[in-house]
């Protein structure tokens, strides 16, 4: 079964990712939409060996609003899932 990035919630500049059967050492990294830019600031890896778990990404202040998504790569930077886009105000 593929790697899912399952849900995302926003709240005080915290973004709280659920996701399914994503590897550990698996990075999850914030892209804006419109440009395409890793902002390599938001990187997150899974360190737990669970098939279902969560993660908690910070965004620094520098994050401006607009539509991003979040995609993971496996150990080896290939890619293993990407949300849906979402929108931050």
Same mark, same amino acid.
């Given at each position: 079964?593929?790697?899912?990035?399952?849900?995302? %919630?926003?709240?005080? #500049? @915290?973004?709280?990712?659920?996701?399914?059967?994503?590897?550990?050492?698996?990075?999850?990294?914030? +892209? &804006?939409?419109?440009?395409?830019?890793?902002?390599? %600031?938001?990187?997150? #890896? @899974?360190?737990?060996?669970?098939?279902?778990?969560?993660?908690?990404?910070?965004?620094?202040?520098? +994050? &401006?609003?607009?539509?991003?998504?979040?995609?993971?790569?496996?150990?080896?930077?290939?890619?293993?899932?990407?949300?849906?886009?979402?929108?931050?105000?």
């Amino acid at each position: 079964m593929k790697p899912l990035i399952s849900s995302i %919630e926003i709240e005080n #500049r @915290v973004i709280v990712v659920k996701y399914q059967r994503l590897m550990v050492g698996a990075k999850v990294v914030l +892209i &804006e939409k419109a440009s395409g830019r890793q902002l390599p %600031e938001t990187v997150t #890896r @899974v360190a737990s060996p669970v098939p279902v778990g969560a993660l908690r990404i910070k965004l620094p202040e520098a +994050i &401006e609003p607009g539509t991003y998504f979040l995609r993971a790569f496996n150990g080896h930077g290939e890619d293993a899932a990407q949300s849906a886009d979402f929108e931050i105000r």
